[in-house]
């Protein structure tokens, strides 16, 4: 070949490199996924995050044809896991399930090994979490007003686990003695799986724990539920009242979502977004979310982007009142 005709096409191959680039996204989307997908949960298996990673990642399994596969990996309120997500390459294969924790982490920890908004896109959320008081059958209250004046009565002797610092659970209970002037001593567990078997087993008195996670122990008389922490009662469990009902303005709730990394092609974004409404569609799915108190909950990567920087703001400010503190 000469130096001509290789002049000549230069401005050809050089076309036709931009070509591939502009349609090499949407080729990957269309084809997405070609393998199996990686979704780490950000907890240990029982929990909230695991029961809702696990009910939507089969039925991705199902309507896509390739895998979906939970790898727990728990640790530290969620870093560890996210900050695998975070350092996976952006081609859609490892995503995150995560809970509200991720957004409070930054305003708990002195330093977290990636940064929350920025490196990570929220694809959707997959469901609303609702907290529930419950106690240790040993703990002689019933109601939110004997819980109240219980903790006034014995400051620093009540002890309550969450699912880790900074987490939902933990904030829940932090707002609750906050607002009623109660102290009360905090054991965080890694997840809230542990952290419910920690009660369950009197390790532990209290707990505002995700509904989900303390069901099999209701059921079993293992605990005493005593109020959830969304502003009305929930449908499946009508006769336990609000803590709002006695606290007046308390309302806490927060949610279970799925992240990529940073850079993920927006076609991918776009299309794990629609396969996971499908899913969220489905009444099979909404139905087990619903069993375990998760209201079914999905938004577009543009509106839950726009939740998480509210709910950075919001999380920054509670911590900052409440004083709650990472360790």
């Known amino acids: 070949m000469n130096s001509n005709s290789m002049i000549c096409r230069a401005p050809l191959l050089a076309a036709l490199a931009v070509t591939a680039c502009a349609v ?132 620093n002797d009540i002890t309550y686990s969450s699912s880790g610092n900074g987490s939902f659970v933990h904030l829940a209970m932090a707002l609750i003695n906050s607002m009623s002037n109660t102290k009360m001593v905090h054991v965080p567990y890694k997840g809230g799986g542990p952290a419910a078997v920690a009660i369950s087993s009197g390790e532990v008195q209290a707990m505002t724990a995700t509904v989900g996670s303390v069901i099999p122990h209701l059921n079993a008389k293992r605990l005493r539920p005593v109020a959830v922490t969304s502003e009305d009662r929930i449908t499946q469990f009508p006769e336990i009242p609000a803590i709002g009902e006695t606290i007046k303005g308390y ?19 776009d299309r794990l977004n629609a396969e996971i409404q499908k899913a969220m569609k489905d009444k099979g799915v909404a139905d087990k979310l619903g069993a375990q108190t998760l209201d079914p909950m999905f938004m577009t990567p543009e509106q839950f982007a726009a939740r998480l920087k509210a709910d950075y703001d919001k999380y920054g400010k509670l911590i900052k009142e409440t004083g709650a503190k990472a360790g």
């Open 24 to 155: 090499s996204p949407a080729l990957q989307a269309q084809n997405y996924p070609a393998k199996p997908v990686r979704v780490i949960v950000a907890w240990p298996p029982g929990g909230a995050n695991d029961i809702a990673g696990r009910i939507v990642a089969q039925k991705l399994t199902e309507n896509t044809g390739q895998q979906f596969i939970i790898d727990n990996r728990a640790g530290a309120s969620g870093i560890v896991g996210s900050d695998v997500v975070a350092k996976s390459p952006a081609d859609g294969y490892t995503i995150l399930v995560h809970s509200a924790t991720h957004i409070s982490n930054p305003h708990l920890y002195a330093k977290v090994p990636y940064d929350t908004l920025k490196d990570f896109v929220g694809i959707s959320p997959l469901g609303r979490q609702v907290g529930m008081l419950v106690v240790h059958p040993s703990l002689p209250v019933k109601t939110v007003k004997e819980f109240i004046d219980l903790g006034r009565k014995r400051p």
């Open 251 to 269: 309302e806490f709730t927060a949610w279970v979502g799925t992240f990529a990394p940073a850079n993920t092609p927006k076609a991918i974004v």
